[in-house]
């Protein structure tokens, strides 16, 4: 059983690869356009990338294989390259990006750690049709991604970081998995930080990940 699980690992991880590379293709080619068609095309397969990480994520997270490499890390420029990765839809959807530089460093992995933090702004903008997305650190050490969004109905926040579960919103959402809390919620056990949600119907959500736990101590 082991030696079958390791060979999906190593074919789908073949897959990857592989199907980023037209994807990166197209990009280019897109990037010689200056439209509106192009620049949804443009976001479409962005998106397309980041549901190809979420199953390689999947996959990963009870491999053998897993290395996790636990070093300091610049939050502020983690951050920062997610927003890069997310400009063109803020700019695309007029919604308002609050963010000020933070000035702190944690122990982590800073791979698995920024594919936390994307999942939670991708899905921030998902749920966020206009308004604004906040992202702060609160306490020191609570990174917070807050949005004015539709927000979670009260009987679904104790589920949404089940597998497949995706509550009224989500079934209200064709696009909906019920895998991207999930995973963070897998991630952040194995890096040793707690993740929570608050959110209020038509109000918006907050989700907070508590870094406290490895934070960086100086001597």
């Known amino acids: 059983m082991d030696q079958k699980y390791d060979d999906m690992i190593d074919y789908y991880t073949t897959w990857g690869h592989q199907i980023k590379t037209p994807i990166a293709a197209m990009k280019l080619h897109l990037q010689n356009e200056d439209s509106p068609l192009s620049f949804k095309l443009s976001t479409d ?74 999942q939670v702004v991708s899905n921030a903008l998902k749920y966020t049709p206009k308004g604004s997305i906040s992202i702060y650190l609160k306490d020191k050490n609570i990174l917070c991604v807050q949005d004015t969004g539709i927000g979670i ?53 907050t989700v907070y990940i508590d870094l406290s736990q490895v934070q960086l101590e100086k001597e």
């Open 45 to 118: 397969l962005f998106h397309i990338e980041q549901y190809v990480e979420m199953v390689m994520t999947y996959l990963r997270l009870d491999s053998n294989n897993t290395d996790y490499v636990f070093h300091e890390v610049d939050l502020d420029d983690v951050i920062r390259q997610v927003i890069k990765k997310f400009a063109p839809e803020f700019i695309e959807r007029k919604i308002k990006l609050n963010y000020e530089s933070i000035s702190a460093f944690i122990i982590s992995d800073e791979k698995w750690l920024s594919f936390v933090i994307e």
């Open 153 to 205: 109905a009260s009987e679904d926040l104790p589920r949404v970081f089940e597998k497949g579960y995706t509550g009224y919103n989500g079934r209200m959402d064709s696009k909906a998995s019920g895998l991207g809390l999930y995973l963070c919620k897998r991630v952040c056990d194995n890096l040793g930080h707690d993740i929570s949600i608050d959110s209020i119907i038509d109000k918006g959500t």
